[in-house]
């Protein structure tokens, strides 16, 4: 039987879904320093580096319908994919990501306002290339670090990824206090204890 594609749940829907009560457990795949910025109230940040490196260790606390959220639905994709390769087929995706949920003026937790991950690569990769070019005209071999990132961000729009964004998000600045896979899964199996004797 073949994989069904991912799936996508729109904002309001899934607003109707926890307004309701049903049994959905909200997956914040963006770095801690992006979650801790705004996020939406009840989520759990599972930051998708550590989601990959612990993905089966996850999977066993992912009981109930999983939407991924990151900032547009990129990060959320390569989640999906992460998930769906360890046999977890209950995901979905939170269409258009936090960009759709905030503009629909849902609900979120707000706190210390950080650069998304994405502005501080496009930072960087700027820096970089202004900073090689004019450096160029003193030490004219630095316009291959411009053509280097330029390369770099050809393929990262080609393949999909992005390593100097992997390379972000191990920073101090956008890692967070328990952004460990033990604190995470712990604070899922708790939750998991709170919703079973609920009902």
Known sequence: ????????????????????????????????????????PGAYNVPLDLLREHRDEFCAHFDENVVLVCRSGQRAGQAEE???????????????????????????????????????????????????????????????LAAGIGGGLTFAALSDTCAMGMLLSKLPYNRGASCDAPSIVAHLVESNTERTERN
């Open 1 to 40: 039987m073949p994989e069904s594609p991912a799936a996508t749940v729109d904002p309001g829907s899934l607003r109707e879904s926890i307004d309701s009560g049903k049994n959905v457990r909200i997956i914040d795949v963006r770095t801690p320093g992006e979650f801790e910025s705004v996020h939406i």
């Open 82 to 144: 992460t998930l769906r390769a360890a046999g977890l087929f209950n995901v979905h995706i939170l269409d258009g990501g936090m960009l759709a949920w905030e503009a629909a003026g849902l609900p979120v937790n707000r706190g210390a306002e950080r650069w998304d991950l994405e502005r501080q690569v496009r930072l960087v990769a700027g820096s970089l290339v202004l900073g090689s070019i004019l450096g160029s005209i003193a030490v004219p071999k630095l316009k291959w």
